[in-house]
């Protein structure tokens, strides 16, 4: 089954808590605080892997985490940073986080960091001073990275065959590559893209047969556009004409129009790459009839004859298409290209402070909700660190500012304290 897109839900492992622990050793009256810092939480990363060829598996499984940081241990020992989990992909996979493009993964073994693993609390020693010798203070490990990812593939491809139904393109990628597509004499046999990969005298490339298009696919009447979004990467476009008028019943120079007009719905800037014009089935009858119609329209356009069945004429298409690959790329500024936004770093203030509905003060702020989620409330030397970090950031003095009272409730992620001054 192909799936090219899929929304799956990332957590990264949280750091591991850091220990309290004092050195008790014969011989060492003042042994001191020796608890160690947690591990790190697990990243999650994307991976691009050749031998991924569709989403099908993640589509399984929506939700993903990576493992935890280890607890700290006595005697100054580093708690075990959480295992990373590395998701594979195909490639050519377009990874959208949170709503935005956040990376392209067009080649094997690309690795993407996508949320990363929470720090691990530091234990006891970490809090230890001249003044403070003995402080039964730790941390809670931090929470990893969350988010929403958005999966899209994009089959790379040099080559891509768009067309009506029954036009030949199945029958045209078996015939020029290794590829074995579903191929029947009806409409819609192929009902997701294929791959194979062509070699022409020693020359390789990819290329990439989308199911069919028919008149008002943009309004999603047949498989509408579901896959057009394959031939975004190409840099050269096939357009296979059924040349017999499928059974002689159609003008294949009005499907080849309702065509065009379907692909500039879709993109303006579709046409815009090179496009070949195929006439394939040319061993059927009414071929003859309709080729000179085509000739008669497309004076100033060159088009080629075939037969995907005989093999006809599919040499010189080949080296003509061949011969459009061996030439530079050259960047079109028109062209629609997605690319990854600059990442931008933007000031946000330690807190900020706002009244419900009850009256009850909510605060919200990384800085202070990261401090409120690592801060252990059962030690009171943690306790008090915790109200002194806040103080020294201004929040009591805030608060008061906004009309706090002593016995107001003020509310930091899910705890729920007691104002006093």
């Not at 929403?148 to 029954?166: D, M, S, T, Y």
């Not at 199945?170 to 590829?179: F, H, M, P, R």
């Not at 090179?274 to 060159?302: A, E, G, T």
């Amino acid at each position: 089954m192909f799936i090219d897109k899929v929304n799956i839900f990332l957590t990264a492992g949280r750091g591991g808590e850091g220990c309290i622990s004092f050195r008790r050793e014969k011989y060492v009256p003042y042994g001191g605080p020796n608890g160690g810092n947690g591990g790190k939480g697990g990243d999650i990363y994307f991976e691009g892997d050749p031998e991924k060829t569709t989403l099908l598996d993640l589509s399984y499984k929506p939700k993903f985490n990576a493992k935890d940081g280890h607890k700290g241990l006595p005697n100054d020992k580093f708690g075990k940073y959480g295992q990373d989990l590395v998701i594979k992909v195909p490639l050519g996979t377009l990874v959208f986080k949170n709503g935005e493009l956040f990376a392209d993964i067009k080649n094997v073994g690309e690795k993407v960091l996508v949320v990363k693993g929470g720090r691990g609390g530091r234990g006891n020693a970490s809090f230890k001073t001249g003044r403070h010798t003995a402080p039964r203070i730790a941390e809670k490990g931090e929470p990893g990275q969350t988010a929403e990812i958005n999966l899209e593939l994009r089959l790379i491809a040099e080559v891509g065959f768009v067309g009506f139904p029954n036009a030949g393109k199945s029958t045209l990628l078996s015939k020029i590559s290794a590829a074995r597509p579903k191929i029947a004499d009806y409409p819609f046999t192929t009902l997701s893209p294929n791959l194979g990969v062509v070699d022409y005298k020693g020359i390789h490339f990819v290329a990439a047969d989308i199911p069919g298009i028919i008149e008002g696919a943009h309004e999603g009447k047949g498989l509408g556009f579901e896959f057009l979004r394959h031939i975004r990467r190409t840099r050269v476009l096939l357009h296979i004409v059924d040349a017999s008028g499928f059974d002689g019943n159609k003008n294949p120079y009005n499907n080849y129009k309702i065509i065009n007009s379907e692909l500039k719905k879709y993109s303006k800037y579709i046409l815009k790459k090179q496009v070949l014009v195929v006439l394939n089935k040319i061993d059927l009858p009414y071929s003859d009839k309709h080729i000179k119609i085509f000739k008669k329209n497309l004076k100033d356009k060159k088009f080629f004859k075939i037969s995907s069945l005989t093999g006809q004429g599919i040499d010189i298409l080949l080296k003509e298409v061949v011969k459009i690959l061996s030439k530079p790329i050259v960047f079109n500024p028109q062209e629609e290209i997605e690319t990854i936004p600059i990442k931008k770093y933007i000031y946000e203030t330690e807190f900020k402070i706002s009244v419900d509905k009850n009256g009850v003060f909510v605060v919200t702020g990384s800085k202070v909700q990261t401090l409120t989620k690592m801060t252990k409330f059962n030690e009171d030397d943690s306790l008090r660190r915790y109200q002194n970090i806040l103080k020294k950031m201004g929040l009591e003095f805030e608060l008061e500012t906004m009309g706090a009272k002593p016995g107001d409730t003020v509310k930091i992620c899910d705890f729920e304290f007691t104002f006093e001054k």
